[in-house]
């Protein structure tokens, strides 16, 4: 229960929405430096899960415990300590569009209390060179088409250094090309800061490229949990065809309306 090594443990996690069950019992661990995609159906549960996990929802049974302390035990101080270990970059993007690039990226830096202009100005460079964006920082993001912006809300997120990076469709509504951009983006970030990492994508391509667990949602729970080829081996049927229908291709890409290219996204959180 108390091992440093473990970022994240969900334990009997349920959650419903009315009459609908999105999450059932389910239970999910994270290891120190794992880098784990998250598969399923669309409704599946998977940003839900997410948003478990940083605690934009709460579980109506069950526990969520981050670098070993249960978040139900922890007052809003500490609470506050362990989420600033966790970025997350939302399916939308979610950047404030009244703010420039410079903006949104020192906004959360200046959260955590960074006050010093030079530094932050410079923090700001760096995390957008990371992300093939440099001298960006005076537009605003409806100048900006849609894979920059996805790259720009990743800068935004790296920005704080987080330990723990989740990622929500990050190159859902992209075309290829900036689809694998993003992802080795993810892979380089991922190899440059050691970060421990979930990732949830219809993208085959892009979880191959950046992670070496794969965990497939169904039912609420945790279906299959294991590298891409056992996960083409599972005994699950259902998790057999849903890779087969969706792999190679990005062909399930866009099919969310809420991150289509151009489409400018609204201030804060989904
Ligand atoms: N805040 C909410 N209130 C009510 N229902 C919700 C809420 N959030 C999610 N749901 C429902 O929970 C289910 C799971 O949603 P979720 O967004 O986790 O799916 P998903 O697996 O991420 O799907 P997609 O691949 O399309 O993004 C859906 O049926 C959704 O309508
Ligand atoms: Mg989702």
Known sequence: MNDPNILVEVKGLR?????????????????????????????????????????????????????????????????????????????????????????????PLVEHGFDDEDALREVVKKRLEWVSLPGVEDKYPSELSGGMRKRVALARTLAADPELILYDEPTTGLDPLNSRKISSMIHEIDKRVKSTSIVVTHDLDCARKVAGRWCYL?????????????????????????????????????????????????????
């Open 15 to 107: 959650k419903s929405f009315g009459p609908l069950t999105v999450m059932d019992d389910l239970d999910f661990s994270l290891f120190k430096g794992e880098n784990v995609a998250i598969l399923g159906q669309s409704g599946s549960g998977k940003s839900v899960l997410l948003k478990v996990i940083i605690g934009l929802l709460e579980p109506d049974e069950g526990e969520v415990s981050l670098w070993g302390r249960r978040i139900s035990e922890l007052d809003d101080g500490e609470l506050n300590k362990v989420r600033r270990k966790m970025g997350m970059v939302f399916q939308s993007g979610a950047l404030f569009d009244s703010m420039t690039v410079f903006e949104n990226l020192a906004f």
């Open 218 to 270: 169904s039912g609420g729970k945790i279906l299959a949990d294991g590298t891409p080829d056992e996960l083409f081996e599972s005994p699950h049927e259902e998790v057999r065809s849903f890779l087969r229908g969706v792999a190679p291709s990005t062909e399930n890409q866009g099919r969310d309306s809420r991150d289509v290219p151009g489409k400018t996204t609204s201030r804060g959180a989904e």
